[in-house]
């Protein structure tokens, strides 16, 4: 028969804490941030291409440049416009 014992949260927020100040998982971290190097001019947030950095930006700025061409749908990435145009093509159903 087996015993487990269970571990109080604090043990367990303590190993959390000891293994992520582990130097090996600070070095990860730190190259993962080295190779960032596009920071969003709102927040900051680093992003590794500049092309990351310009689709984050239009969350601070409300940008919707996609515009259904049907109806007044507007959004700001390409691939929410293809499946909204995908809706006004979809058969109706019949009830």
Not at 51 to 57: F, G, P, S
Not at 71 to 78: A, G
Request: glycine letters at 2%; a positive charge.
């Amino acid at each position: 028969m087996a015993v487990y014992l269970r571990k109080s949260s604090r043990d367990v927020t303590s190993e959390i804490t000891d293994i992520l100040s582990s130097e090996s998982i600070q070095n990860v971290l730190n190259l993962s941030q080295a190779t960032k190097k596009h920071p969003c001019e709102y927040c900051g947030k680093l992003f590794k291409t500049n092309w990351e950095r310009k689709r984050h930006t239009i969350i601070h700025t409300g940008e919707r440049p996609f515009k259904c061409e049907i109806c007044d749908f507007r959004c700001s990435l390409r691939h929410h416009l293809k499946s909204h145009l995908a809706r006004h093509f979809l058969p109706t159903t019949q009830q």
